[in-house]
């Protein structure tokens, strides 16, 4: 089953996992297409919940909105919206045509759907495999060098619930789950930040 797998793949897992952090700066230029088509194949190749997905050829979506676009002009109004509806003010909100609130100046946002049903966590606002669908992506956009940021206030104000956003992109409204990030070059004078992982000698035990 593995024997394609050496030793060599697994050092290089090591060097990703280890290298992989959020970026919270771009430089605005965009990667290529083929990149980013590379990054959402290893999304799309994630596990998922067998049986939302039986004989579903749609219950997994992607869809990538360059950040110049109109459309991410009109996602960014609806979310900042919602938003605010979450935290009580009903106040109408004046969002600048030209200024990207979440996005910090990244070329493209990846949106991520997956169809909701059982088990019990898709009942959820956020689904586990979908989780799974971005840490893929995260992982190959590492080793292509381009920077990755979540987007998690798509899940906070439920954007998945909300028809206008669902309309725009084309997704029946309250049937998928979502998740979001940015991605594009790190900003040439962003520093990663240094992070501490759990150690495993003061934090795995065996039983």
Same mark, same amino acid.
């Given at each position: 089953m593995f024997e394609q797998?050496?030793?060599?793949?697994? $050092?290089?897992?090591?060097?990703?996992?280890?290298?992989r952090r959020?970026?919270?700066?771009?430089?605005?230029?965009?990667?290529?297409?083929?990149d980013i088509e590379l990054i959402i194949r290893a999304g799309l190749?994630?596990?998922?919940?067998?049986?939302?997905?039986?004989?579903?050829?749609?219950?997994?979506?992607?869809?990538v909105i360059p950040t110049d676009s109109e459309?991410?002009?009109?996602?960014?109004?609806l979310l900042i919206r919602a938003l605010a509806n979450i935290q009580g003010d009903t106040? $109408?909100?004046d969002v600048p045509q030209n200024v990207k609130t979440f996005a910090r100046n990244a070329p493209y946002l990846i949106i991520a759907a997956e169809r909701k049903g059982f088990p019990?966590?898709?009942?959820?606002?956020?689904?586990?495999?979908?989780?799974?669908c971005m840490f893929g992506m995260w992982l190959k956009a590492t080793t292509l060098k381009i920077g990755f940021k979540l987007v998690?206030?798509?899940?906070?104000?439920?954007?998945?619930?909300?028809?206008e956003f669902c309309q725009l992109v084309g997704l029946p409204c309250g049937e998928y789950a979502l998740d979001a990030c940015?991605?594009?070059?790190?900003h040439e004078d962003y520093k990663l930040p240094l992070v501490s992982y759990p150690e495993y000698e003061s934090n795995v035990f065996w039983l």
């Open positions: 797998i050496s030793s060599i793949h697994s $050092e290089i897992l090591d060097e990703v996992l280890e290298t959020s970026v919270k700066a771009f430089s605005g230029v965009a990667p290529s297409k083929k190749r994630t596990p998922f919940a067998g049986k939302p997905a039986r004989e579903k050829k749609d219950f997994r979506r992607i869809f459309v991410m002009k009109r996602i960014e109004v106040k $109408e909100i019990v966590t898709y009942m959820a606002d956020n689904s586990i495999s979908i989780s799974y998690s206030a798509f899940i906070h104000a439920k954007m998945g619930c909300n028809e940015v991605i594009g070059y790190p």
